[in-house]
C-alpha cells in the first residue's frame, strides 16, 4: 500500500529509531533517519516527505514550532512520539499541526495503524487549507498558525476565522457570522460577534504584532484586511 511512501524518522534513540526503519523497510516504506541534530541538513532541510515520525523531545528541536514549520512547508502526516501522558501537551501537539500522537510503550504495529489510519482519513476527507498572509489553517486536522505560531483557538474562533478566510475578499455582516457559528440568528444581540472577534484578532495579534489580519467594514461587516 505505501509503496514509495517517503518516511523520515526522528528519533535520538538509535536503537528504536532503527527498529521503526527496518519495520517500516517491511511495509515498503522509503525511510530516511536523523538520530543527530546536525543530521536534519541532510534529510530534512531540501526534501518533502509523505510522513514524518517525530520523538517530542528530540534534542536542539522544539517539537511544536517543528511541527508547524513543517506543516508551512509541505503536508506530511506527522505522528509524534511522547513519553508523556499529560493530555493538555498531547492536545497542544495536535493544535501544532501533528495528525496523530504515540505514547510509550507503543508497538511498532501501533505506529504503522496510526500512519495507514490518517492517510485513509485524508483520502476520505481531502485536507482544506487555507492561506492568508502568514495564517495557515487546516479545516481536515483542525489545526491553526500565524506567523509560524499555533493558535489555540476555540471552537467558535475556529468557525469564524474559517468563514472569513474562505472569502477573504467578502465582508460578512455580524448577523450572518453569528447564525454560521451557533446555527440560528434568533438569538444574535450585536454584541457576541464583536466579542469572538476581539478575542480572535488578540491571539492574531499575540502571534504577530506587525500586520492586521481582521478588520471591520462598514457600520456592521467585517473582512480580512489586505
Not at 511544536?64 to 501537539?93: H, N
Not at 485536507?127 to 498572509?133: A, D, E, L, S
Not at 457570522?177 to 464583536?194: A, K, M, N
Request: aromatic fraction near 12%; charge should be neutral; glycine fraction near 2%.
Amino acid at each position: 500500500m505505501f509503496s514509495q511512501f517517503q518516511a523520515l524518522i526522528i528519533h535520538s534513540d538509535k536503537q528504536i529509531n532503527n527498529q521503526i526503519k527496518e519495520y517500516l523497510d517491511q511495509k515498503d516504506y522509503i525511510c530516511n533517519q536523523v538520530i543527530q541534530y546536525i543530521d536534519l541538513q541532510n534529510y530534512y532541510d531540501n526534501h518533502n516527505y509523505d510522513c514524518v515520525i517525530i520523538e517530542d523531545n528530540f534534542p536542539r528541536i522544539k517539537t511544536k514550532d517543528f511541527i508547524v514549520q513543517t506543516k508551512l512547508k509541505s503536508q506530511p502526516i506527522i505522528i509524534a512520539l511522547s513519553d508523556t501522558l499529560s493530555s493538555d501537551y498531547l492536545e497542544s501537539l495536535l493544535n501544532a499541526g501533528a495528525d496523530d500522537y504515540l505514547t510509550v510503550p507503543y508497538t511498532l504495529k501501533d505506529l504503522d495503524a496510526k500512519i495507514q489510519s490518517v492517510y485513509k482519513n485524508g483520502i476520505l476527507r481531502p485536507r482544506q487549507i487555507y492561506r492568508f498572509k502568514d495564517i495557515v489553517l487546516d479545516t481536515t486536522a483542525r489545526t491553526c498558525s500565524c506567523h509560524a505560531k499555533p493558535l489555540n483557538l476555540t471552537k467558535n474562533e475556529f468557525k469564524l476565522l474559517t468563514i472569513l478566510i474562505s472569502h477573504p475578499y467578502q465582508p460578512f455582516t455580524i448577523s450572518y457570522l453569528f447564525e454560521q457559528v451557533w446555527g440560528s440568528s434568533i438569538y444574535e444581540d450585536g454584541t457576541s460577534i464583536p466579542a469572538l472577534l476581539s478575542n480572535l484578532i488578540m491571539k492574531l495579534r499575540i502571534a504577530n504584532n506587525e500586520d492586521e489580519y481582521i478588520k471591520r467594514f462598514g457600520k456592521d461587516s467585517y473582512k480580512m484586511a489586505f
